[in-house]
């Protein structure tokens, strides 16, 4: 992707289903990989896991291509991960079959996931609140709430500032959206996600008026990360 294609991209536009069956999420703009295909979880997945924040059964929700939730069935959590897209739910299967690693996959929509009330210790998500609109944001946060159970906990990273279009998202947005009596937010954080998306051996590039640093991963993406338990 180019910086012009980066100054163009509105996540909250994109169809899903012909960005992973054409590799592009930006028209006329074909990219080698998805961005955040990383070929592993991401690190920030990593680090929570570890650091005890994923217990029982673990729901991920836009599961891309599968890694997060095939990292989280080999560290023995009963995992299922779900995506818009029928394509990128193949994709996630064949990962899956190759590394031996038993995971339930499935298309569904995130302001909705129907069928799945009252299933799940925790929820994971991983870039899909800036794909929705203010009103639509609201809506995945009411769904994300009927499949935890009552004490469960939601691990959310999504882009900060206006990164993934023209929509800013910031922390009044993220608490307006979880301010229902069924939400208590524990954590609200600035951090930084791996990304393939930039040249991995361009050190530096503008993107939208800032900088996007590298390391080993790939390119660092401004994004926040929320805890919230499910009351």
């Known amino acids: 992707m180019t ?24 028209e006329g703009v074909v990219m080698e990989r998805m961005p955040w295909d990383i070929g592993g979880p991401q690190p920030i997945l990593v680090e929570l896991e570890a650091a005890g924040r994923l217990t029982g059964d673990v729901l991920d929700v836009g599961a891309g291509l599968g890694d997060n939730a095939i990292f989280i069935a080999k560290r023995g959590y009963r995992a299922t991960g779900v995506d818009i897209s029928a394509t990128a739910v193949e994709k996630q299967r064949a990962r899956a079959a190759e590394q031996g690693v038993a995971v339930t996959f499935a298309v569904a929509d995130a302001t909705r996931l129907d069928g799945l009330d009252n299933q799940f210790d925790t929820v994971t998500s991983s870039l899909v609140f800036h794909c929705f609109t203010p009103a639509r944001q609201r809506e995945y946060a009411d769904a994300i709430a009927r499949v935890l159970r ?16 023209p ?10 959206a979880f301010s229902g009596p ?14 393939k998306a930039i040249e991995e051996d361009a050190h530096r590039v503008d993107y939208k008026g800032g900088k996007l640093h590298t390391d080993e991963t790939g390119a660092l993406v401004p994004i926040w990360l929320l805890e919230a338990k499910r009351v």
């Open 182 to 195: 069924e939400w208590s937010i524990t954590e609200l954080t600035a951090r930084h996600l791996a990304t």
């Open 150 to 165: 009552p004490g469960g906990r939601l691990l959310q990273w999504c882009s900060r500032g206006d990164a993934a279009g």
């Open 167 to 176: 929509e800013p998202i910031t922390e009044r947005s993220i608490r307006t």
């Open 3 to 26: 910086e012009n294609a980066y100054q163009q991209f509105d996540a909250t536009t994109v169809d899903y289903e012909r960005a992973y069956r054409e590799i592009a999420l930006v």
